[in-house]
């Protein structure tokens, strides 16, 4: 079946522009998790979404970092006036529930290299 | 909230050999425990998990032990390949409210031919 897909699987922005980072879970999963991981590093997390709404946002670098989820499905990860040092791989991952044990299903992840 | 730590962040063993990853977390309310695998380039992908309410789960080569008054668990993998060359990741979550996941720095596994 398909997994967690993410676009796009690269992203180039020049400093200051604003970029949208799209992720579709596999379908039926409830809960949303947005990560970020730069080069070498762990797993940062930034928002976790329980259907439509957002209860931990306290990964959120910054202000200039917002995320929504529509429907139940698809998010998109904004981030406003780019900074080099937002330059990454952003993966999202759902999981059928939020709660109990559910594992994590990661997609691709999107490079952003903001130059 | 939870904090959790990893060694080694890189590890070499020739192939054949064991190795082992430790673990140890912070907040006592954690109850599931899942490793996730991560070659290079691509996603992440759980492994093994164990939950607290047993000690040890093994599947073919790679096993995880929990301690949970110490509050550590450890990846096993025996007979290493090639093909286990790999980032692991270990995280802890307490699922009672939501399953906010937290994970580990990582180790970088190499197994040498």
């Known amino acids: 079946g398909a997994g967690v897909s993410q676009s796009p699987s690269n992203k180039v922005t020049e400093k200051g522009k604003d970029v949208e980072l799209r992720c579709d879970p596999i379908?039926?999963?409830?809960?949303l998790y947005w990560y970020r991981q730069s080069l070498g590093q762990g797993l940062e997390f930034l928002i976790y979404?329980?259907?439509?709404?957002?209860?931990?946002k306290s990964g959120l670098p910054s202000d200039r970092f917002s995320a929504e989820r529509t429907g139940g499905s698809v998010s998109t990860l904004t981030i406003q006036r780019t900074q080099q040092e937002d330059s990454a791989v952003y993966l999202c991952?759902?999981?059928?529930?939020?709660?109990?044990?559910?594992?994590?299903?990661f997609g691709n992840g999107t490079r952003l290299t903001v130059t | 909230g939870e904090n959790v730590e990893q060694h080694p962040s890189t590890l070499s063993v020739q192939e054949g050999d064991s190795a082992v990853i430790k673990c140890t977390y912070s907040?006592?309310?954690?109850?599931?425990f899942p490793w996730y695998k991560q070659e290079l380039g691509k996603r992440p992908q759980l492994i093994i998990d164990?939950?607290?309410?047993?000690g040890e789960k093994k599947d073919q080569r790679i096993a995880v032990t929990l301690n949970k008054t110490a509050k550590h668990f450890s990846l096993h993998i025996t007979e290493t390949q090639p093909e286990d060359s790999a980032v692991y990741f270990c995280?802890?979550?307490?699922?009672?409210?939501?399953?906010?996941?937290?994970f580990g720095t990582g180790t970088k596994l190499q197994v040498i031919p």
């Open positions: 991952a759902s999981s059928l529930s939020g709660q109990g044990y559910s594992p994590l299903h």
């Open positions: 379908s039926g999963h409830t809960a």
């Open positions: 979404f329980q259907g439509n709404s957002a209860p931990d």
């Open positions: 907040d006592s309310a954690s109850n599931y």
């Open positions: 164990i939950r607290s309410n047993v």
């Open positions: 995280a802890a979550s307490n699922p009672r409210g939501y399953q906010k996941v937290t």
